[in-house]
């Protein structure tokens, strides 16, 4: 499975949270919501989530293996340090 699209939004907003991403894998599935935030100890990325009834977040869709989701980090983060993003609005959204 490959990357072919990364669409990264700049959130505005005071806080960790740095940007949304889009992902688009194989150019026929889309992941939206995707957060890249600014933790203790560097940029990381967070899966979109929901929260549930007992008021606990749980990923909507996640990486199964360490490998890929290492690789994805790296990928989306790269294109965040270099740049390339859309200007959003205070959420992210235009």
Sequence with gaps: MEVTELRIRKVTA????R??????????????NVKIIEGKTGLFIAMPSRKTANGDYKDVAHPISPDFRTALQDKILAEYQAGHVE??????ED
């Design 19 to 32: 940007a949304y991403v889009t992902v688009t894998f194989d150019d026929c599935f889309v992941v939206h």
């Design 87 to 92: 200007e959003g609005g205070p959420d992210g």
């Design 14 to 17: 005071e806080g960790k949270l």
